[in-house]
């Protein structure tokens, strides 16, 4: 089981103006993890709950809550790729699926889909080197509340929808 209870803070300003807000974010409680672990891989299963009940203030870019539940699942693995565990390679996938449209609104927002990876080499006990990264994808627009103007073009398919995040760490 796990539960993550995030204490947030966010302060933005931008364009001469300026709005913050603390508290508890989103909650998320996981009833359901599994493991595995074995010379060559670890792997991991888990299901759990987003829930809105917390700090959602409507179109507030600072609210620290972000006024909809979801569900969100989560499989991954490290796979070890020599025998001594010097190299390894990590995907981590955690798929959301919407449970609720944001709160005030009358927009539901598309599941997403985010998976992370890296991949390291130890270099000795106190240095390991690595290149991580993530992709984000949603599955459907957001639709905008009723009276406001609703866009003329077509979107891209989901597929053509998504960003990928890279980086190098020591």
């Not at 995907?91 to 992370?116: C, F, H, K, M």
């Not at 690595?130 to 905008?144: C, F, H, I």
């Amino acid at each position: 089981m796990e539960l993550i209870a995030p204490i947030m803070h966010k302060d933005i300003k931008a364009a001469g103006q300026s709005t913050r807000h603390s508290g508890l974010g989103d909650v998320y409680f996981g009833p359901l993890v599994l493991g595995w672990h074995e010379q060559r891989y670890d792997a991991v299963f888990a299901a759990g709950f987003w829930t809105d009940a917390f700090s959602n203030h409507e179109f507030d870019p600072s609210s620290v809550g972000q006024g909809y539940s979801n569900i969100m699942l989560t499989l991954g693995g490290t796979w070890y790729l020599t025998p001594d565990r010097s190299w390894a390679f990590s995907l981590l996938n955690r798929y959301e699926t919407q449970a609720s449209e944001i709160e005030d609104t009358d927009v539901t927002p598309g599941d997403n889909w985010v998976a992370e990876w890296g991949i390291s080499h130890d270099i000795n006990q106190a240095l390991t080197l690595g290149l991580v990264g993530m992709t984000v994808g949603s599955s459907r627009k957001m639709m905008p509340r009723e009276g406001f103007p609703r866009p003329r073009m077509r979107l891209m398919p989901s597929a053509a929808r998504s960003t990928t995040v890279r980086s190098l760490w020591a």
